[in-house]
């Protein structure tokens, strides 16, 4: 019998060495580890194709932390700024100069050619309008909509 034991000896032992990691595996956590998703970018070009818009791209976001990179495209200075509310970008106004509560961040003095100017947040799921506040250049039509889903 004895015989028996030393010739079993090396199986189990190699058995038991297979089935450590499954064993350790089974004492972490139960909960499963949480994904962290890389941060978004978003390019913002004002100033073009014509002087007053503003062009995001893309459009849409998911919700989490979101980089904004603004250039000036244009032939004078603008800023950017980013708003969350349920308004529609045209429909912020009051004597041609936006209230900017809800204001998430914003980007001031981009002049023009110059190089670009980043903006990072946190997004919440929403409606977000993107904007600059200079004197007439929202009334010229320089908004749009961001929307983070």
């Given amino acids: 019998m004895r015989t028996t034991y030393r010739r079993l000896l ?18 972490g956590d139960d909960e499963p580890a949480a994904a962290t998703a890389p941060g978004q970018a978003v390019d913002v070009i004002l100033g073009s194709p014509s002087e007053f818009t503003i062009t995001p791209s893309p459009g849409s976001v998911a919700a989490g932390e979101v ?9 004078f200075p603008h800023e950017m700024v ?5 308004a529609a970008s045209g429909d912020l106004a009051a004597n041609g100069e936006v209230d900017e509560t809800g204001l998430v961040g914003e980007l001031e003095d981009l002049e023009p050619g110059a190089a670009a100017k980043e ?4 997004l919440e799921t929403g409606h977000y309008v993107i904007l600059c506040n200079l004197p007439g250049h929202y009334a010229k039509g320089m908004h749009t909509d961001l929307t983070v889903e």
């Fill in 10 to 27: 090396p199986i189990v032992a190699a058995m038991a060495i297979a089935a450590s990691p499954l064993v350790l595996a089974a004492c």
């Fill in 67 to 75: 980089t904004i990179s603004a250039a000036n495209r244009g032939a």
């Fill in 82 to 86: 980013l708003i969350r509310t349920d």
């Fill in 119 to 122: 903006l990072t947040a946190t």
